[in-house]
């Protein structure tokens, strides 16, 4: 395990995700990864159901016309055999056209990564708000 990989794989999933490359994000899943979140009624399973959640994010933003930003930040890692557990603090700073940036949600993401040909990917992620109960 080595945190450098952990650190440019997550600069780079947040990229692909803040620049509105839906696919390309949805391709550092797992073909087989569950996806949780406050805002989901139930997980989603697979890439292309975390694809089309992105894609609908994208739209959401453009119509919105804010940027958004994923700071993925304070991460720790732990190599449990059968992938890597990490932890990570996230903020997403939204920037509206002509506007200031504000923090637009506080979260905890936890992770398990698997190495595929050499590839980190993401099995599973858990996020949890700040502002929200976890549950």
């Given at each position: 395990m080595n945190s450098t990989d952990i650190q440019q794989f997550y600069a780079r999933h947040m990229q692909l995700l803040?620049?509105?490359a839906a696919e390309a994000?949805?391709?550092t899943f797992t073909p087989d990864a569950e996806f949780k979140a406050p805002s989901?009624?139930?997980p989603v399973r697979g890439r292309d159901g975390i694809?089309?959640?992105a894609r609908a994010?994208?739209?959401g933003r453009a119509a919105a016309g804010e940027t958004h930003r994923h700071w993925v930040t304070m991460t720790t890692?732990?190599?449990t055999g059968v992938g890597i557990e990490t932890v990570s603090y996230v903020q997403i700073l939204a920037t509206p056209r002509g506007g200031a940036p504000r923090?637009?949600?506080s979260c905890v993401m936890r992770d398990r990564l698997v190495r595929r040909d050499g590839e980190l990917?993401?099995?599973e992620r858990h996020i949890t708000r700040d502002d929200r109960p976890a549950h």
């Open positions: 803040d620049g509105g994000w949805a391709g989901m009624t139930e694809a089309a959640g994010a994208v739209e890692a732990r190599d923090v637009e949600l990917l993401v099995a």
